[in-house]
């Protein structure tokens, strides 16, 4: 057996798994130190995510399902650690399409560059580095924390802990569907104008945490879509459908991406992929 | 598909699954108010715990592997929640004997209780709840904030969020062997002259926190268990058995009962029981 905190053999081959994380709805908080600036909002974690393998190389590199890519959320990540490596990211759910594949990347990385290269990091130490890398990168400001915990977290305070405050709904193993019908830029969005955004967010944080369950947050999070105006066509007919069939669905922040609870888009005669909520969270594997 | 937030139909049985945990060392903080006392410490979650299914009833009672008993953690996070229920409880690690059986039936109490009374709580109202009435009980000050996170577990502040702040070791999927040789008070221990015990935990949690990795949470718990004066006589032969095998053991607080990393306690010519660190913490199954 290995110790811990010392650095693996080369042959014995460390991967991390990072839920996707799908957000409901959101507020963006900005602030000049990364680790505080994020957002607060709710959501889902997914046994549909990535997973993420390091090699040293000679500089760093990022691979995502076969590609050479730029992920500036690894590069920074990996450059905090002082790690030099190659990143193998793959990824089983969609990238850009509001799955939190960026986030999730680079908290995978930072798990198995500590593990691999004996940094002894603790978790919350290491969920700051990938979240920083993630808003300095512009990718994103919520999943790395919500990844971190899994389930159905409630990001009540921007940043990583101690700040950034989480909750969560407890849930029962429950299946999820979800339809992508293509992606957009998170950047873009969570770098404009955010003021009716971040108060239709705030407003559904308050509505959720008046009554906690996961009905009700897909039901904000319809809301939220609309009045943040994030609602796309495709998005808007799939969730109409649902809910006509009787089931629970909503949008994918930031994608055009649809999530449904239990059989809710199959009922309405889409062809999903089927996960469920992931009950871990982001770990070594 | 049942309604989160609403009752489940009685045929619809929900069970939670909380994982034992293995206390390394502690220090003990006590505070009126029951959700601000607590321990710091650290220590290891596992994949073998207990299992905690409700029926109403025209009391509260608790059924422990079959056996009616006094369980007095249940019974307050039964009557905090507001439920009457009979509480049948199946534990797959040894009770009185370190493992946190006591906090893990009372979380996984409110685990169950809020999803089956359609109660609408958080994860961190339903930890808070567990924790109080550990506390009050007077059988546990850290179990159930550990359990709620899984993995390695470090408690750096006592109480439950947000003053009770937690982090991690982040590691591997890890085989935990244990032998337990008898059960003991934790009553007795922490309601007692707690000074020395206290001195020992807070230097042992510093010199972790230096450097966080498993194999020296476990040498810690080692001179831990010496400095405290509770240290048993089997657990020490066992110890140094491990020890001279090569492996990594540690004793558990508080109970007559040994852990060790990987093979540890087979390679000494012992027949333990084998399980993992838990990845997950207390859920809903």
New interface residues.
């Given amino acids: 057996?290995t110790?811990?905190?010392?650095r693996e053999s080369p042959t014995d081959r460390?991967r991390a798994f990072v839920p996707g994380h799908v957000t409901g709805f959101f507020s963006v908080h900005r602030h000049h130190d990364p680790e505080k600036a994020g957002s607060r909002g709710a959501g889902l974690s997914l046994t549909d995510g990535v997973t993420v393998a390091l090699e040293p190389a000679d500089s760093i590199e990022v691979v995502l399902d076969g590609d050479p890519v730029e992920m500036e959320s690894v590069v920074r990540t990996l450059d905090s650690l002082g790690v030099e490596a190659r990143a193998t990211v793959k990824s089983s759910v969609p990238v850009s399409a509001g799955f939190g594949v960026s986030g999730g990347a680079a908290l995978g990385t930072a798990?198995v560059a500590?593990?691999q290269f004996g940094l002894?990091?603790?978790?919350?130490e290491?969920v700051g580095i990938a979240h920083a890398a993630e808003v300095e990168a512009g990718t994103g400001l919520g999943d790395v924390v919500a990844q971190t915990h899994?389930?159905v977290p409630?990001r009540l305070d921007p940043g990583v802990?101690?700040e950034g405050?989480l909750?969560?709904?407890?849930?029962?193993?429950t299946r999820i569907e979800y339809v992508s019908f293509g992606g957009r830029s998170t950047g873009k969005i969570i770098g404009g104008d955010i003021v009716t955004l971040t108060a239709a967010g705030e407003h559904a944080l308050g509505a959720l945490?008046e009554?906690?369950?996961?009905?009700?947050l897909l039901a904000l999070s319809r809301t939220f879509a609309r009045e943040a105006d994030l609602l796309t066509s495709a998005a808007e007919t799939a969730i109409d459908a649902v809910d006509e069939a009787g089931g629970e669905a909503a949008m994918a922040m930031l994608g055009d991406t649809v999530v449904a609870?239990?059989?809710g888009l199959s009922m309405a005669g889409y062809d999903p992929v089927v996960c469920e909520v992931d009950?871990?969270?982001a770990?070594?594997?």
């Fill in positions: 057996m110790a811990e905190g010392e460390v798990l500590n593990q002894a990091h603790t978790e919350t290491l899994g389930g409630l802990p101690p405050r909750d969560s709904i407890p849930v029962r193993p945490r009554r906690p369950t996961l009905t009700r609870l239990g059989e009950p871990a969270g770990r070594l594997v």
